[in-house]
């Protein structure tokens, strides 16, 4: 992923002044910053959920701003806030997100967020810890090649955070995805 001179401006006011950055297959990028510096913006523009003003973006190859439906196929993105559909089981969430019939993706993805035994629960019925791997575990069902994650791990326990935290890079390395966290 490079991105180059990215500006997005809301009104008069620019939230991101020529950011540039490059992020290669199977390497991590922690953005940080104080609330309101543009983080939450990047990662939209990143995951071409927002367009910028100026700049260019390059993933896996394919101009995201001339032809997004290519580059995010290729996305995983992990929102700040909850982004499920809350009248929907475990099960059906993510199988709304996953390519049709892919089993394996289904159980692993299942197995890295530990909710193979509430696969059965609605959503609105699940804690806010679980409803965040859920979050996590719908970006990662597609099977990435690029992960933008806006801070995931916010509202799970010290456990559950290690251990995600340690198979996303174990991800990383071995299946060569590009992270991208705030």
Same mark, same amino acid.
């Given at each position: 992923?490079?991105? $180059? ?5 809301? #009104? ?6 020529? !950011?540039?950055?490059?992020?290669? %297959? ?7 910053? +104080?609330?309101? %510096?543009?983080?939450? $913006? ?6 071409? =959920? ?13 101009? %995201?701003?001339?032809?997004?439906? %290519?580059?995010? =196929? ?6 700040? #806030?909850?982004?499920?559909?809350? +009248? ?22 299942? +197995?890295?967020?530990?909710? =193979? ?33 806006? /801070?995931?791990? =916010?509202?799970? @326990? /010290?456990? $559950?955070? &290690?251990?995600?935290? @340690? ?6 390395? /071995?299946?060569?995805? $590009?992270?991208? &966290? !705030?």
């Amino acid at each position: 992923m490079r991105a $180059t001179g990215l500006c997005r401006d809301f #009104g008069k006011s620019r939230f991101l002044d020529s !950011v540039s950055l490059q992020v290669r %297959a199977g390497r991590a990028l922690a953005v940080v910053g +104080e609330n309101g %510096a543009g983080k939450t $913006t990047l990662l939209k523009v990143l995951a071409t =959920a927002s367009r910028p003003d100026a700049g260019e973006l390059i993933i896996g190859g394919v101009d %995201a701003l001339k032809n997004p439906a %290519a580059a995010r =196929a290729m996305i995983g993105y992990v929102p700040q #806030g909850i982004a499920l559909m809350q +009248e929907l089981t475990v099960r059906d969430n993510l199988r709304y997100w996953m390519k049709p019939g892919d089993e394996a993706a289904y159980r692993w993805t299942l +197995e890295i967020t530990a909710l =193979a035994d509430v696969e059965k629960k609605k959503v609105s019925k699940l804690s806010g810890g679980m409803q965040r791997r859920l979050n996590i575990g719908a970006s990662l069902v597609t099977r990435p090649r690029v992960l933008l994650m806006d /801070e995931p791990f =916010a509202a799970l @326990d /010290e456990i $559950t955070r &290690f251990k995600l935290n @340690d198979d996303l890079l174990r991800l990383k390395q /071995e299946q060569g995805w $590009t992270v991208v &966290f !705030v």
